[in-house]
């Protein structure tokens, strides 16, 4: 695999990916890297199609606003996939929230910790992972395709689900008109902010696909260190008005049960049975109205992935499938019309955030604050292994100097992946297979470290498959 002309990576696993993204003529893949010999540090990526979407920016700006609410969540990026030098079409990268992701996101300053259980959850075929409480034993539940065990914790093994169903049986016995501090009683068992945080985005994207409608689409977590439960959205091609036949409303219009007669306890008895996580969930609502989901913060940052993305868009457009699915044939008028109007029944996009924006002030009777200054702290990075197997911290080469393109520098050297630095008197020297390949130390760690996220931008460029 070759992130660009420069970077390569062997031993990668290709597969298809998602059970209905496979119905489609434009298809989904995932990506496993070697252990010894990942790129930026991922374990796995899982290529999107976005092949209802004709913005191809539902999935990055939920994920995008995820982080800047301080949920733990993916990156997304965007790529161009070529397999066997056939240019397949343009896609949303996202890194899988699998063991490696947990330990580097969840715990990333603990040594040797033993990830904890880690669920994802489904809906399909009459039944929803929604936590429902039906019987003390796992054989109760439908697992592998409602509740899909990822990683097992310290469960036993005849008995997988054990702390999922205590979490669950205390959801069942929770009566939110006996216990005298709902918000102590729930955040000594999971995240509570990061669980109210996500029911605002599914409310705010008109989420249908996700927990609070259908039970679906999100993982939980079991921190072994804390022995709370973390909430992790996942999956959210189904945002934003696409295949959203109903009214933009209050969230107290969600009905009790869904269509197919489920409810969805965690939600129902949190937000709407008891009014001090109530007051808590619509305070998140305002917060995020006022400082990130309103026209005024997100169109300039949607306008700038139209910029970004239309010459590949238009490109992505042109591709002959190699399926013979579904499929939606956008144009790139469509992208256009895909932002404002909507496209083939599907809400345009800004629309959907403007009337939301319109629907929360209405329901909630505040007036949202003009300017967009931003109330949330700045992430701190942690150092992650650079593309060539070397510690960003401590990195003796430039990764500019590996012939990154966009850079700004006229490198025609490159370095492969399994580059091992060899160090001499006046210079480090990477070497494979005997070529040798000058590059200049850096200044500093922090020069690096920098260099590291040239490299992230570079492998937006394109990915290419030898198969």
């Not at 689900?161 to 008109?177: G, Q, R, V, W």
């Not at 995020?288 to 300039?300: H, M, R, S």
Request: hydrophobic share 40%.
């Amino acid at each position: 695999m070759y992130a660009n002309e420069n970077v390569k990576i062997s031993n990668v696993t290709f597969n298809l990916s998602g059970a209905s993204a496979r119905e489609y003529a434009k298809l989904a893949y995932q990506l496993k890297f070697p252990k010894k010999n990942r790129l930026l540090d991922l374990a796995t990526l899982k290529l999107r199609s976005e092949e209802t979407d004709a913005t191809m920016m539902r999935e990055k700006l939920y994920v995008d606003i995820l982080n800047s609410l301080g949920v733990p969540a993916q990156q997304a990026t965007y790529v161009r996939l070529f397999l066997n030098n056939q240019p397949i079409g343009l896609y949303v990268a996202m890194e899988e929230m699998k063991k490696h992701w947990i330990k580097k996101v969840l715990h990333p300053n603990v040594k040797k910790v033993k990830a904890g259980a880690l669920w994802k959850m489904n809906s399909c075929c009459g039944f929803e992972g929604n936590l429902e409480w039906l019987g003390p034993t796992t054989k109760s539940y439908v697992v592998e395709d409602i509740y899909k065990n990822i990683l097992p914790g310290k469960n036993p093994k005849d008995d997988q689900m054990a702390d999922l169903i205590t979490f669950m049986k205390d959801l069942k016995d929770f009566d939110p008109k006996k216990v005298k501090d709902p918000i102590a009683y729930w955040e000594e068992r999971m995240d509570l902010e990061v669980f109210l945080k996500s029911m605002a985005m599914e409310h705010l994207a008109g989420t249908w696909d996700g927990y609070w409608k259908s039970g679906s689409n999100y993982q939980i977590y079991h921190d072994p260190i804390t022995n709370k439960w973390i909430w992790l959205p996942t999956d959210f091609d189904d945002t934003f008005g696409t295949s959203f036949d109903g009214k933009i409303e209050s969230y107290r219009a969600i009905p009790k049960k869904n269509e197919e007669g489920f409810e969805s306890p965690l939600a129902q008895k949190l937000i709407i049975e008891t009014p001090l996580i109530n007051a808590r969930f619509e305070q998140i609502l305002k917060d995020t109205i006022n400082t990130v989901f309103k026209p005024e913060a997100l169109g300039p940052r949607i306008e700038g992935y139209k910029k970004m993305i239309q010459e590949d868009v238009a490109w992505d457009r042109a591709q002959p499938r190699v399926s013979k699915g579904k499929s939606e044939k956008f144009t790139i008028e469509d992208l256009h019309r895909g932002l404002k109007t909507g496209a083939k029944g599907n809400w345009g996009l800004m629309n959907w955030i403007e009337k939301r924006t319109d629907e929360v002030q209405k329901s909630l009777k505040f007036k949202v604050q003009a300017g967009t200054a931003s109330k949330v702290a700045l992430h701190k990075m942690t150092t992650l292994s650079s593309p060539f197997g070397i510690v960003a911290a401590k990195q003796a080469t430039t990764v500019s100097q590996v012939g990154v393109p966009g850079t700004g520098d006229d490198v025609k050297d490159g370095a492969p992946a399994d580059a091992v630095p060899m160090k001499d008197d006046s210079s480090t020297t990477l070497s494979t297979n005997g070529v040798a390949q000058k590059s200049t130390k850096t200044a500093s760690a922090a020069q690096s470290l920098k260099s590291q996220w040239t490299v992230l931008g570079a492998v937006a460029a394109a990915v290419f498959f030898a198969l």
